[in-house]
Every structure is written in structure tokens, then in C-alpha cells.
């Protein structure tokens, strides 16, 4: 490697992520498992547009949008007694031997005409039931194997992976989905998570990831903790109205293409695809953005977000609408990553980690 080239490398806020031995191992099985969820957040929707009666089609479609993510919030609130002691890696590679079964039956249940939408639903919920442990996981692995200061750059290259297969993996769905339909996308992501499995149960060593100094089992720690920030609080409550305005978007999104535009999956996956791109910048510049202040960044986020949604709302043309979503892909991983560092003096006294809700 060029002298020259090394020292940029080096110098950059997120060599120590990439440098590091232990995320060297996780990365790659992460990689992998971004693109298959990357290529499923075409085909879940699809998928369900496919099995749902006409009549029902809308509730339907929201139903399972619902199911494949809101059912990692239920886990997260009634496993908490059984969770909280495994160390963040167990707790990622469990979420990822789950999704794998789960999303896994699902193509071989359809192989054989057996797949029902009421059978199709409940699997995506089973699915997701860890979900937020794993990510919490995730996060909390990057929080400890890392020094404070590089953590916004930790959580910038999570965010920045998943972008990147946010980019390539619609695209690839629309191939499959042309060739073999969506459920063959759902039978790919299954084993990416496979791949996942392997990466966090055996790639990673038990003692490669250190406990944090005075840790505790408490749960009521952790939100005391929330509740002595005023900051940390107000964080959760504008990131519960971020996130619960968008999350009708993974319903009305696929509807809007199939039933207002009568186009097929490609377009949809442009929409996405243009998301992941906006995402892949906004990643590459969250490590420069540790000196902005946290509540003019955030804030500007939101309202920045909410306007970029209103062409898709008003019915602007598909192009229009595509840009601005792309654009509105830009502010995601900035807000995501800023909110998952606020959150590390929870961490401090709890594996907790605050995450970004499921791509």
C-alpha cells in the first residue's frame, strides 16, 4: 500500500472500527446479512401483496409490515428476565439462528402451496421476536470493544453497511422476484442469517469482547439512568415520534406502487434503492459530525425528513418522489448513529444499547 494511502487510512475517524480485531471478524458475516435483509425488505411487502386477498389487501400488507417489526418491541419488553445476562454476541447470534428458521420455512412452506397469508404473517413475527436483542447486541458489542470517542464511527459503519446493502440488494430482489418470485428472496435472507449465526457464535471468542467495569443485572438501573437525563429522555421521546411517523411508510410505500401506480417490484426497489444511496453518504459523513450540537442536529433531522416525505404524499411524479426519499435517506443514518451514542451512559450501567429500528 502506497505510504500516502496508509497515512489517509490511518487518519481517518474510522480506521479503529475497521482495524479492530474483533469487529474485523463480525463485519463481514454482518455485510452479508444486511444485503439478505437489504433484498427482503422488497419481498416481505411483495410477498404479501401476493398472498392477500384483493379485498383485504391494505390491511394485510400493514399486518405483516407490523409483524416483522413490532413483534422485536414485545420481545425486547417480556424477555428482559431471561436476556439481560447473556453477553451482547450470544444475544446477536441467537436473534440470527431465529430469523433464520423462521424466514427459512417460510419458501418452503410456499414451495409446497401450504403458505397462507394468516401462516405468512405469524412466521415474520416469530421471526422478529429477538430482534431488538440482537441489534441491542450489536451495538453494545461496538460500545465495549471500542473507546468512547470512536463510538459515533462505530455506529456510523453499521449504519453505513446496511446502507450499502440497502443500495444492492433491492435490485437483486427485483431479479429474483422476476425469476423465482419473492419468496425465493425470503429462502436467500434465511441463509445470510446463517452466515450471521456463525459469525457471532463461533468467529467471535468469548473473552474478546470485555465486561464493562461496574456492571449490574438491573434492570431498573438502566432507566434510572433515563430518568436522571433530561437529555437522554427527551432523545427517546422525539425518536418515538420519528420513528412511529415513518413507520406507516413500509405499508403505504408498496400499496402506493402496486395499487396507485400499478408498477412492478422494480420500482419499488428504485425507491429503496435511492434510500440506500442517500444512506451510504449520510454514513460517510456521521464521523465528522461529533462537534455539532446534539439538539439542533436532531431536530433539523426530523423536520428535514417530514418535508422531504411530503412529494410522496402529495403524488408528485415517481421521479420527484424518488429523489426526495433518496435524499431523505441522507439524514437516516446521522439520527441513528447520534442517538445510539447519546445513549452509552446507559450502557455504562447495563448492556442496553439503543438502536435504529429494523431495516
Not at 411517523?245 to 410505500?253: D, E, H, I, T
Request: aromatic fraction near 10%; include cysteine; proline fraction near 8%.
Amino acid at each position: 500500500m502506497h505510504p500516502n494511502l496508509s497515512r489517509v487510512m490511518r487518519s481517518s475517524p474510522y480506521w479503529p472500527v475497521i482495524g479492530h480485531t474483533t469487529l474485523r471478524r463480525v463485519l463481514p458475516g454482518f455485510a452479508v446479512s444486511s444485503l439478505g435483509d437489504g433484498m427482503a425488505v422488497v419481498a416481505v411487502s411483495w410477498l404479501a401483496i401476493e398472498l392477500a386477498p384483493g379485498v383485504d389487501r391494505g390491511f394485510w400488507v400493514a399486518l405483516a409490515a407490523a409483524a416483522y417489526t413490532l413483534s422485536g418491541a414485545v420481545g425486547a419488553l417480556l424477555l428482559g428476565r431471561f436476556l439481560f445476562h447473556r453477553p451482547p454476541s450470544q444475544l446477536a447470534g441467537c436473534d440470527a439462528v431465529l430469523r433464520a428458521g423462521a424466514l427459512g420455512v417460510i419458501p418452503v412452506l410456499h414451495a409446497f402451496g401450504a403458505l397462507g397469508i394468516e401462516g405468512y404473517v405469524a412466521l415474520l413475527a416469530v421471526s422478529s421476536v429477538l430482534h431488538s436483542w440482537g441489534q441491542a447486541g450489536v451495538y453494545t458489542l461496538i460500545a465495549r470493544a471500542l473507546p468512547r470517542r470512536d463510538h459515533l464511527a462505530g455506529n456510523a459503519v453499521l449504519s453505513g453497511v446496511g446502507s450499502i446493502a440497502t443500495v444492492v440488494g433491492p435490485p437483486l430482489a427485483t431479479l429474483l422476484i422476476a425469476f423465482g418470485g419473492p419468496a425465493t428472496v425470503l429462502a436467500v435472507d434465511a441463509t445470510t442469517f446463517l452466515v450471521l449465526t456463525v459469525t457471532f457464535l463461533v468467529a467471535v471468542p468469548k473473552d474478546a469482547v470485555p465486561e464493562p467495569e461496574n456492571y449490574t443485572a438491573s434492570r431498573s438501573a438502566g432507566f434510572a439512568v433515563i430518568r436522571r437525563s433530561p437529555a437522554l429522555s427527551g432523545l427517546l421521546a422525539l425518536s418515538f415520534a420519528f420513528f412511529f411517523r415513518f413507520g406507516p411508510v413500509y405499508v403505504a410505500l408498496p400499496l402506493h406502487v402496486s395499487d396507485d401506480l400499478g408498477a412492478s417490484a422494480g420500482v419499488l426497489a428504485a425507491f429503496y434503492t435511492a434510500f440506500g444511496i442517500g444512506a451510504v453518504l449520510g454514513s460517510v459523513i456521521t464521523g465528522f459530525l461529533s462537534r455539532w450540537r446534539l439538539w439542533p442536529t436532531m431536530v433539523g433531522i426530523v423536520i428535514g425528513f417530514g418535508a422531504l416525505m411530503l412529494p410522496l404524499g402529495l403524488n408528485a411524479p415517481t421521479a420527484v418522489s424518488v429523489v426526495c426519499f433518496g435524499v431523505a435517506g441522507l439524514l437516516w443514518p446521522p439520527y441513528s448513529s447520534r442517538s445510539a451514542r447519546c445513549a452509552c451512559p446507559v450502557r455504562a450501567s447495563r448492556w442496553w444499547a439503543w438502536s435504529p429500528p429494523p431495516r
